[in-house]
């Protein structure tokens, strides 16, 4: 029902002692993410916070859409420093967005591994599950999400749309309606009324 959900975790957006790295995240707080680019192509070809510089460009092409420019920024990251968690993650989500949902949930596994107890990892890895059609998997992990964090409507919406798939009605009306609760708080009108769409549909 919903996309892979991006949100890089724990960001460390701390003054750099590079112009162009501290440029380049000015530009990406900013929402300018192509000027962003720029800036941490100039980080990167001066040799400045290698790790750093390639995952900011790594995310900030996620940002524009760019999912395989992403994934080969994250693979660096990776290359350079292999305990990186929030590199597979986001690699996870570039995986998901263009349906490589196998090494998506693969690179999930790792960011685990890393860094437990990631409520949005556990509801990415779900969604890469659940367009695999291992709803059981899914709905594994959105009970792990929830458990984690249970203002998180995007598992509510996923777990209600598995419930449905698997015709259990009055637990997918309790997921959905939660989660329209959840959005409606949140002020996220849109997706508010595409939950409310679908329990219109099963009522």
């Given amino acids: 029902m919903l996309s892979a959900t991006f949100i890089p975790a724990q960001i460390s957006w701390a003054q750099s002692n590079s112009a162009s790295l501290q440029k380049g995240i000015e530009a990406y707080q900013n929402g300018n993410y192509q000027a962003a680019v720029q800036e ?30 992403a994934i080969a920024d994250y693979t660096k990251v990776i290359e350079l420093n292999a305990k990186n968690a929030d590199a597979y ?21 790792r960011a685990l591994e890393l860094k437990p107890d990631q409520e949005r990892v556990y509801l990415n890895r779900g969604i890469a599950q659940s367009q695999q059609g291992n709803l059981e998997k899914a709905m594994a992990d959105y009970n792990q999400a929830i458990e984690l964090n249970g203002e998180l409507a995007d598992a509510y919406a996923n ?21 329209a609760q959840l959005y409606q708080e949140q002020g ?11 329990l219109e549909q099963l009522e």
Avoid: C, P, W
């Fill in 188 to 198: 996220n009108q849109s997706l508010y009324q595409t939950v409310q769409e679908r």
């Fill in 40 to 69: 941490f192509n100039q980080a990167i070809s001066e040799g400045a916070q290698a790790e750093k510089a390639y995952y900011l460009r790594g995310i900030s092409y996620l940002q524009l859409g760019k999912q395989q420019q």
């Fill in 89 to 109: 993650y986001d690699r996870g989500i570039a995986r998901t967005q263009i349906g490589n949902y196998e090494q998506a949930i693969a690179d999930y596994n």
């Fill in 159 to 179: 777990r209600g749309v598995i419930h449905a798939a698997m015709g259990e009605k009055e637990s997918a009306i309790e997921d959905l309606e939660k989660a």
